[in-house]
T-cell receptor, first 114, second 112 residues
Framework: EPEVTQTPSHQVTQMGQEVILRCVPISNHLYFYWYRQILGQKVEFLVSFYNNEISEKSEIFDDQFSVERPDGSNFTLKIRSTKLEDSAMYFC????????????FGPGTRLTVT | QKEVEQDPGPLSVPEGAIVSLNCTYSNSAFQYFMWYRQYSRKGPELLMYTYSSGNKEDGRFTAQVDKSSKYISLFIRDSQPSDSATYLCAMSFDQAGTALIFGKGTTLSVSS
């Protein structure tokens, strides 16, 4: 069964460093998403992406964040200058065109900022 | 406003029990209502979705949506120890590429 994959599974970085989280969405999906989940908190939407453009973004997704689809399979989230409060699980998700509610999530990347 | 409220539990039941999980919401513009299951330190797994009001059944799982009360439920019949997980409700507008707005999740433990 097709699935969303994410790398790395765990990333440790120092405050102020840049990190790139990688995702490979399901191959025939056209919408891509990033969410985050701080330990013990809700899963929160960050951004959605379609046709090489951001479709929607939340207040969390400020200038420190960026997304890119560098090739036909990868989807990345970059955090330019990490803060302690960026420590969280980051989930990538994807959905087919026309079924935005059926979002399939990857296993997540646990980001720890020290 | 995009608030979704869900009792975090924990909820502990014996094997075979019927489980009822619920969420309330404030934004009447939500059109799609989803239930996800999340195991510890894993990604959310889509269980079911419902459009607008009504019921939907899939095996031991039944989802209900009451838009007039802004209340959704997930029922699990004949619960199994393998059902032990955190159950997240999520909602969205009827719009391509839109965000899912999640509840905090209810942690369920089914004992054998």
């Amino acid at each position: 069964e097709p699935e969303v994959t994410q790398t790395p599974s765990h990333q440790v970085t120092q405050m102020g460093q840049e990190v790139i989280l990688r995702c490979v969405p399901i191959s025939n999906h056209l919408y891509f998403y990033w969410y985050r989940q701080i330990l013990g908190q809700k899963v929160e939407f960050l951004v959605s992406f379609y046709n090489n453009e951001i479709s929607e973004k939340s207040e969390i997704f400020d200038d420190q964040f960026s997304v890119e689809r560098p090739d036909g399979s990868n989807f990345t989230l970059k955090i330019r200058s990490t803060k302690l409060e960026d420590s969280a699980m980051y989930f990538c998700a994807s959905s087919e065109f026309g079924v935005p509610y059926e979002q399939y999530f990857g296993p997540g990347t646990r980001l720890t900022v020290t | 406003q995009k608030e979704v409220e869900q009792d975090p539990g924990p909820l502990s039941v014996p094997e075979g029990a019927i489980v009822s999980l619920n969420c309330t919401y404030s934004n009447s513009a939500f059109q799609y209502f989803m239930w996800y299951r999340q195991y510890s330190r894993k990604g959310p797994e889509l269980l079911m979705y419902t459009y607008s009001s009504g019921n939907k059944e899939d095996g031991r799982f039944t989802a209900q949506v009451d838009k007039s009360s802004k209340y959704i439920s997930l029922f699990i019949r004949d619960s199994q120890p393998s059902d032990s997980a955190t159950y997240l409700c999520a909602m969205s507008f009827d719009q391509a590429g839109t965000a899912l707005i999640f509840g905090k999740g209810t942690t369920l433990s089914v004992s054998s």
